[in-house]
């Protein structure tokens, strides 16, 4: 075991949940290491405007980001951004992780935060003109659709927010949804519904997307009578939820049928010194609040087993 590369607790993954794990364990002197597959604050970064976030007005997902993780430095937190876990072994004493690039870590106590990815229809023409007219990040992509028509898929929050904030570019928004009803606060369905832009489709869904270099147009299917029309259009969004990304756990800890790691109320998995946070766990409301809750209850649970660990040791050394 390289000593240089020994650490007390590695957290994977740097959404909202790693980083405060992160900000937690490094402030009580834990030393800790964060490495992360993608860019660091995860899903929230895409987050065009965060205004729930308890004592702040108004806030970008980037800024927000940008804040926990320079906390997480100041504390002492090392963090490798842009990362492939290759391999991972999580049982006994000794976590081990080991990268693509063949470089090895070793640490008491994992926290896997890996978070998860937007959720896409799977419909014809999807994968063939991502990028091309149809986007799953407002921030990224919205300015692109600058006095355009585009449709917006998706009920709960983060589709009817979405949807607003896009009227600041596009010229009408039609709200796609597959019920009569939506999954969301009410006061984000009171915005929506009272905004002169949008506009809405309920109980439809698109089955296919039309376009060769670029989107040109949509088919949408009424749910009730699956008649089916072609709709020329400028731009799709599409925000139906998350995907955990755990294929790299599969076999390594208990995942329920959706794919979520399964945790109990010290964010413990079914292995011991392993521990999950954010929206990869099994859970009702994914929200950076939440995310945030869980990160915290995960660094004193991962802090608490290691001294543990630690005291059993010189016990061990004493006898």
Same mark, same amino acid.
Request: glycine letters at 10%; charged letters at 20%.
């Given at each position: 075991?390289?000593?240089?590369?020994?650490?007390?607790?590695?957290?994977?993954?740097?959404?909202?949940?790693?980083?405060?794990?992160?900000?937690?364990?490094?402030?009580?002197?834990?030393?800790?290491? #964060?490495?992360?597959?993608? &860019?660091?604050? $995860?899903?929230?970064?895409?987050?065009? %405007? *965060?205004?729930?976030?308890? /004592?702040?007005?108004?806030?970008?997902?980037?800024?927000?980001?940008?804040?926990?993780?320079?906390?997480?430095?100041?504390?002492?937190?090392?963090?490798?951004?842009?990362?492939?876990?290759?391999?991972?072994?999580?049982?006994?004493?000794?976590?081990?992780?080991?990268?693509?690039?063949?470089?090895?870590?070793?640490?008491?106590?994992?926290?896997?935060?890996?978070?998860?990815?937007?959720?896409?229809?799977?419909?014809?023409?999807?994968?063939?003109?991502?990028?091309?007219? #149809?986007?799953?990040?407002? &921030?990224?992509? $919205?300015?692109?659709?600058?006095?355009? %028509? *585009?449709?917006?898929?998706? /009920?709960?929050?983060?589709?009817?927010?979405?949807?607003?904030?896009?009227?600041?570019?596009?010229?009408?928004?039609?709200?796609?949804?597959?019920?009569?009803?939506?999954?969301?606060?009410?006061?984000?369905?009171?915005?929506?519904?009272?905004?002169?832009?949008?506009?809405?489709?309920?109980?439809?869904?698109?089955?296919?997307?039309?376009?060769?270099?670029?989107?040109?147009?949509?088919?949408?299917?009424?749910?009730?009578?699956?008649?089916?029309?072609?709709?020329?259009?400028?731009?799709?969004?599409?925000?139906?939820?998350?995907?955990?990304?755990?294929?790299?756990?599969?076999?390594?800890?208990?995942?329920?049928?959706?794919?979520?790691?399964?945790?109990?109320?010290?964010?413990?998995?079914?292995?011991?010194?392993?521990?999950?946070?954010?929206?990869?766990?099994?859970?009702?409301?994914?929200?950076?609040?939440?995310?945030?809750?869980?990160?915290?209850?995960?660094?004193?649970?991962?802090?608490?087993?290691?001294?543990?660990?630690?005291?059993?040791?010189?016990?061990?050394?004493?006898?």
């Amino acid at each position: 075991m390289d000593p240089n590369n020994h650490y007390n607790v590695i957290v994977i993954g740097a959404g909202p949940a790693g980083l405060t794990a992160g900000i937690y364990l490094s402030r009580a002197r834990v030393k800790t290491l #964060i490495l992360n597959e993608g &860019t660091v604050g $995860g899903q929230m970064v895409l987050t065009h %405007e *965060i205004a729930n976030y308890p /004592g702040v007005d108004s806030i970008s997902g980037y800024q927000l980001s940008t804040i926990m993780r320079n906390q997480a430095k100041k504390f002492g937190c090392d963090i490798k951004s842009n990362i492939i876990v290759e391999t991972l072994n999580l049982e006994g004493d000794v976590k081990e992780v080991i990268l693509a690039d063949g470089t090895r870590f070793t640490a008491d106590a994992v926290i896997l935060s890996p978070g998860g990815r937007s959720r896409t229809l799977g419909v014809k023409g999807e994968d063939k003109l991502k990028g091309k007219g #149809i986007s799953y990040c407002a &921030t990224c992509d $919205g300015d692109f659709f600058t006095e355009k %028509e *585009i449709i917006v898929v998706g /009920g709960g929050n983060s589709a009817l927010e979405e949807a607003v904030s896009l009227t600041k570019y596009a010229s009408k928004v039609t709200i796609v949804h597959q019920f009569d009803h939506f999954q969301a606060f009410e006061f984000a369905i009171e915005e929506a519904r009272n905004h002169p832009k949008i506009n809405f489709m309920m109980e439809s869904t698109i089955t296919a997307f039309h376009g060769d270099e670029k989107l040109e147009g949509v088919e949408i299917t009424d749910l009730k009578t699956g008649n089916t029309q072609n709709h020329p259009i400028d731009g799709v969004f599409i925000f139906i939820g998350y995907v955990p990304n755990t294929e790299f756990l599969k076999n390594k800890i208990e995942l329920n049928k959706w794919k979520e790691i399964v945790v109990d109320t010290d964010m413990q998995t079914s292995i011991r010194g392993v521990f999950a946070a954010g929206d990869s766990i099994v859970k009702r409301y994914r929200q950076v609040t939440t995310a945030v809750a869980d990160g915290t209850i995960a660094a004193l649970a991962a802090s608490k087993y290691i001294h543990e660990l630690s005291q059993n040791k010189q016990l061990q050394h004493t006898l």
